[in-house]
């Protein structure tokens, strides 16, 4: 079994060495916290051995632990601009060995691990065996979850006032059903499409409930105002795309 309890315990003495006032790290700090919830309640769904649900959390807990040093060292959570924070976890776990701390037992190092380095990534790594993806697959559902839960509740403030448009390959690769790239991303209302696009890359079931059960997409999309009839008939569209694709995916996965 896997002792939870002292690897949060681990946890909570990490993070004490950052900035816990910096509000970029408080934010990192609770999202890793709700991540590790949600990784064990999708692991559940899959009825999962009780030593792999724990598995599953321990990776949600540990998933960003490269955050808090990306954003004490560069002042940014931008991969792109500073550095890889899904590889840069790995390396800190890695370092004097310092995954023992959470974990006695090193039969699971390499799901740790590469669950951790392939989270953030656009695809998930290729030649991977049936139980490390699937772990892969658990912590990148929960960690896109939990980013749509932060896209109501952080990201932005209610009736946010919208006069940008939407990029055409954005709107096009989102009625594509692909999950918009980064470098795509040119308005305001590209970057909150970009994170309902998450949705075209979630696998299991119990996440597009979760989805469902606390309204993320109309949540998200009812917090902007938008005068623009045509932007706003753009914006409806992906509404309806996208609450279709959630509703279609829990009924082909019964």
């Keep these: ?41 999708i692991a559940k769904s899959l009825n999962l051995s009780n030593e792999e649900i724990e598995l599953a959390t321990l990776i949600g807990l540990l998933h960003d632990i490269g955050r808090f040093e990306q954003q004490t060292k560069y002042r940014t959570y931008d991969d792109i601009s500073s550095i890889d924070h899904g590889k840069l976890g790995v390396e800190i776990l890695e370092e004097n060995n310092y995954v023992r701390n959470y974990i006695k037992d090193d039969k699971y190092d390499n799901i740790i691990k590469t ?75 590209d970057r909150v499409i970009s994170i309902i696009s998450f949705i075209f890359d979630i696998y299991y079931q119990e996440s597009f409930k979760i989805i469902e059960k606390n309204d993320y997409i109309n949540k998200i999309i009812n917090k902007f105002e938008i005068e623009d009839k045509h932007i706003k008939e753009q914006f409806e569209k992906v509404r309806s795309i996208a609450n279709k694709y959630v509703e279609d995916k829990i009924k082909n996965m019964e």
């Design 1 to 41: 079994m896997i002792d939870l309890e002292s690897a949060k315990k681990e946890f909570e003495k990490c993070i004490s060495n950052y900035d816990l006032n910096n509000p970029e790290i408080a934010r990192k700090v609770g999202h890793s916290y709700r991540v590790a919830q949600i990784s064990e309640k």
């Design 115 to 189: 669950s951790i380095y392939n989270h953030n990534k656009y695809d998930i790594e290729k030649g991977l065996d049936d139980k490390t993806l699937t772990f892969c697959k658990i912590i990148r559902d929960s960690d896109k979850l939990d980013i749509l839960y932060e896209a109501i509740e952080i990201f932005w403030e209610k009736n946010v006032k919208i006069t940008d448009d939407i990029t055409k390959k954005v709107l096009e690769d989102f009625k594509d059903g692909r999950q918009i790239l980064n470098q795509d991303k040119k308005t305001q209302l």
